[in-house]
């Protein structure tokens, strides 16, 4: 392990702790990214890259970027405050700009790329403290480098402190930028079914409302029967979703399958529903 000088711990220092005191850090602003699709809310494998320009500010001014649980934070030097505060007077509107990325390689998946790309660009809005909101006043072509998200900038005095003193004192802005969960309709391929049609899904919490079975053919020559939710549905990590198939016998039902598999990011596909494109996530249930 490593203390903020640079020595490992359990190590003899370079130079003696007199000259080489433990450099104290404030939190000059933190970034939580919350995303629909997991069950905690918060977005997984996510790194900020600053951009050119940023990153020699970062340098200049030895600002560290760390990549927390459950954050993302940079941290200034107190013994740089004063530096970069001259550098505010100059510039009062100054930010960071960073490029936001994820490794998980299925991110793109359950992200609804459509909405991200059509505001790729996440600023401060100083009518919304605390959150990073798109930018519709620059935009910009979204970047398709591989597992580049959006562009965020961290304003680095959002609260416009008029003094040193109050600057150096405030609590550290804590940004949260959401990003769109992909929605899909789910398509339920029922095979070893004959051409009965006398089955529905239904959902017990009544929330969720599915078409008509309709007998198909899969590439394969087999028939299946096909039901989908009428309208899409979130993709989630752990759906709460308790879909049933349930067969018609006389006046009452017969629960079939108490238990339906739920939707997932690798299932998706792009289908033609009524002259319309879209996203569509296949599941497959065998009886």
């Known amino acids: 392990m490593w203390d903020c000088s640079g ?8 130079r003696p702790s007199w000259e080489n005191p433990v450099t104290a850090y404030r939190c000059l602003a933190s970034l939580q990214v ?30 560290l970027l760390r990549h927390e649980a459950q954050r993302i934070a940079l941290y200034l030097p107190r013994q740089a405050e004063a530096g970069l505060w001259s550098e505010l007077q100059a510039q009062p509107d100054l930010a960071l ?8 390689t299925a991110w793109a998946y359950y992200t609804d790329l459509r909405a991200l790309g059509a505001s790729p660009r996440f600023k401060h809005s100083p009518s919304s ?20 998200l959006a562009e965020l900038q961290i304003a680095l005095n959002p609260y ?30 029922m095979l070893g079914q004959d051409s009965r049609v006398d089955v529905r899904l239904v959902d017990v919490g009544q929330a969720v409302d599915f078409t008509e079975p309709v007998v198909t053919e899969l590439e394969s020559g087999h028939p299946a029967l096909l039901i989908r939710s009428q309208a899409p549905l979130a993709l989630q990590e752990r759906p709460s979703h308790r879909f049933q198939l349930r067969k018609r016998v006389g006046n009452s039902e017969r629960v079939l ?4 598999p ?26």
């Open 7 to 14: 020595n490992e711990q359990g190590a003899h220092p370079r």
């Open 34 to 63: 919350q995303h629909g699709y997991f069950a905690d809310g918060l977005a997984r494998a996510m790194r900020l890259q600053a951009d050119a320009e940023s990153e020699q500010r970062l340098q200049r001014f030895g600002l």
């Open 97 to 104: 700009d960073f490029g936001l990325y994820c490794s998980d």
């Open 129 to 148: 403290p605390g959150l990073l909101q798109a930018d519709g006043d620059s935009p910009i072509e979204p970047s398709f480098a591989p597992g580049r």
């Open 160 to 189: 416009a402190q008029a003094s040193f003193s109050d600057w150096a004192a405030q609590d550290a802005p804590a940004y949260q930028l959401t990003l769109p969960v992909r929605r899909t309709i789910w398509k339920y391929l």
């Open 257 to 260: 399958i108490a238990r339906l």
């Open 262 to 287: 739920m939707a997932t990011p690798a299932a998706l596909q792009r289908e033609l529903i009524d002259g319309e494109l879209c996203d569509v996530s296949e599941i497959f249930v065998n009886r």
